[in-house]
């Protein structure tokens, strides 16, 4: 049996639901003023929730190579550790790449780098708590991926709804290394192998002889199977020619 109000009809009881009127578009989630909104970061502020993932995905070899007379990494167990190890690598990022910071005059707090030759990128500023009441501001050049070909300066990356903002290195990173390049690599490689293999047997079948054409697959099967095993070895690094 319907209970409450639910004996009446959909529409009378929309009928009685207070009218709010037009709802602003920065007011409803998702659209795109609402992101934009949020979007909207002025150029010194206070703000926690950085997260610490600034040289996310490097190997030994990039960080040594951009960061080996930097300031050394910051390390520590309580909340504010992530702050300071977040400082810490801006700050190695922007010495080793040599960029140089401009101080008083018409470009105050602007940087300029030695690779960009006439060129003066904007900067901004963060200021992050790193223990008890003590907060450190860190000033980097901020630039798109279009302004920075060459990949040096630092950008903003929104997610999660505008409600996450994390700072990253313009780094340009080849597809192919990533966990996800990789994977597709290997994806398309076995959809190849399995292609060719396919049509190895598809001819294999075409032979009228019965005997022949079973000799010709189980040829293919022996063949295909030594190859298997060959990269199985290939992968536990162990020499096939043992």
Same mark, same amino acid.
């Given at each position: 049996?319907? &209970? ?6 959909? %529409? ?20 795109? !003023? ?12 206070? =703000?926690?929730?950085? @997260? ?13 190579? $951009?960061? =080996? ?12 550790? @992530?702050? !300071? ?6 700050? &190695? ?7 140089? $910071?401009? !101080?008083?005059?018409? $470009? ?13 990128? &904007? ?31 630092? =950008? ?11 700072? +990253? ?5 080849? $597809?192919? %290394? ?12 076995? +959809?190849?192998? +399995?292609?060719?293999?396919?049509? @190895? ?6 032979? =009228?002889?019965?005997?022949? &054409?079973?000799?010709?697959? @189980?040829?293919?099967?022996? !063949? ?19």
């Amino acid at each position: 049996m319907p &209970r409450g109000n639910r004996k009446e009809n959909l %529409s009378t009881r929309l009928a009685k639901i207070p009218r709010r009127g037009i709802v602003p578009p920065e007011e409803i989630p998702g659209s795109l !003023e609402w992101s934009q909104e949020r979007q909207c970061l002025p150029k010194t502020y206070d =703000h926690s929730a950085f @997260a610490e993932r600034f040289f996310e995905g490097w190997t030994n070899e990039e960080r040594t190579k $951009y960061l =080996h007379n930097c300031i050394p990494r910051t390390t520590g167990d309580n909340n504010n550790a @992530a702050n !300071e190890s977040l400082i810490d690598n801006i700050n &190695r990022w922007v010495d080793g790449n040599g960029w140089q $910071y401009i !101080e008083g005059g018409e $470009y105050d707090g602007s940087w300029v780098n030695p690779r960009y030759p006439n060129r003066i990128f &904007r900067g901004t500023a963060v200021t992050l708590p790193i223990t008890g009441d003590v907060s450190e501001t860190v000033e980097f050049p901020l630039a798109s991926n279009d302004d920075d070909p060459i990949g040096l300066a630092c =950008h903003f990356e929104v997610s999660i709804g505008g409600t996450q903002t994390t700072i +990253r290195p313009n780094k340009w990173t080849d $597809y192919d %290394s990533t966990r996800t390049g990789r994977k597709q690599c290997r994806t398309n490689e076995r +959809r190849t192998r +399995r292609i060719k293999r396919a049509e @190895a047997y598809t001819e294999a079948n075409k032979i =009228h002889n019965p005997e022949k &054409r079973a000799n010709a697959i @189980a040829t293919l099967k022996a !063949e295909f199977l030594l190859q298997d095993v060959q990269r199985e070895r290939a992968k536990m690094g162990i020499d096939n020619d043992d």
